[in-house]
Antibody, heavy 121, light 108 residues
Framework: QLQLQESGPGLVKPSGTLSLSCTVS??????????WGWIRQTPGKGLEWIGN???????FYSPSLKSRVTISIDTSKNQFSLKLNSLTAADTAVYFC?????????????WGKGTAVTVSS | SSELTQDPAVSVALGQTVRITCQGD??????TSWYQQKPGQAPVLVIY???NRPSGIPDRFSVSSSGDTASLTITGAQAVDEADYHC???????????FGGGTKLTVL
């Protein structure tokens, strides 16, 4: 059974960098059928797509976050990671990782439970 | 920028049929996926593409599309269907995901 688990600090300082990891179990992150993505949800609001990565390292980023985001993949650890820099309070959110089907249809079919991140001094 | 618009809230009587809509220019060219989210939980994919439902999703959930509007229909809504529903599709480039603002469904 495929599972995804986010990990990382729950509190980060303004102007700092957020680093999160997503550990995948039950499937290989090197699958050619899927991408791996990050999505966030600000308190009481909708979902915001951050970006995806393919096993080859090819990345796709949200245009609104592109200047601050880096997503990387470590196939040896079956993990992928998110870095978001120049943080402000507006980046306070629950961050989810997900498996993404993006070749024909575009969908996120397996999600992690999410990790809450607060940006505050 | 590409945007998807959803009604903030919709209600339905128990056992009745409800339609939740999602509007956006890119929906003329791309399919929509729909997610159900209950408080404090991660979203769950309920349907994507041409009525593709993941394992375990009941067939009372269906989708349709016309022009720039996609719709999620729940036929015979149950109390367990009370949740937020988010639509998702692609932006104009086709490479990026976009989400609607979500619709809170209340089952009366």
């Amino acid at each position: 059974q495929l599972q995804l688990q986010e990990s990382g600090p729950g509190l980060v300082k303004p102007s700092g960098t957020l680093s999160l990891s997503c550990t995948v179990s039950g499937d290989s992150i090197s699958s050619t059928s899927y991408h791996w993505g990050w999505i966030r949800q600000t308190p009481g609001k909708g979902l915001e797509w951050i970006g995806n990565i393919y096993y080859s390292g090819t990345t796709f980023y949200s245009p609104s976050l592109k200047s601050r985001v880096t997503i990387s993949i470590d196939t040896s650890k079956n993990q992928f990671s998110l870095k978001l820099n120049s943080l402000t309070a507006a980046d306070t959110a629950v961050y989810f990782c997900a498996r993404v089907g993006a070749h024909f249809y575009y969908y996120m079919d397996v999600w992690g439970k999410g990790t809450a991140v607060t940006v505050s001094s | 920028s590409s945007e998807l618009t959803q009604d903030p809230a919709v209600s339905v009587a128990l056992g009745q049929t409800v339609r939740i809509t999602c509007q956006g220019d890119t929906l003329r060219n791309y399919y929509t996926s729909w997610y159900q989210q209950k408080p404090g939980q991660a979203p769950v994919l309920v349907i994507y593409g041409k009525n593709n439902r993941p394992s375990g999703i009941p067939d009372r959930f269906s989708v349709s599309s016309s022009g720039d509007t996609a719709s999620l229909t729940i036929t015979g809504a149950q109390a367990v269907d009370e949740a937020d529903y988010h639509c998702q599709s692609r932006d104009k480039s086709g490479n990026h995901a976009i989400f609607g603002g979500g619709t809170k469904l209340t089952v009366l």
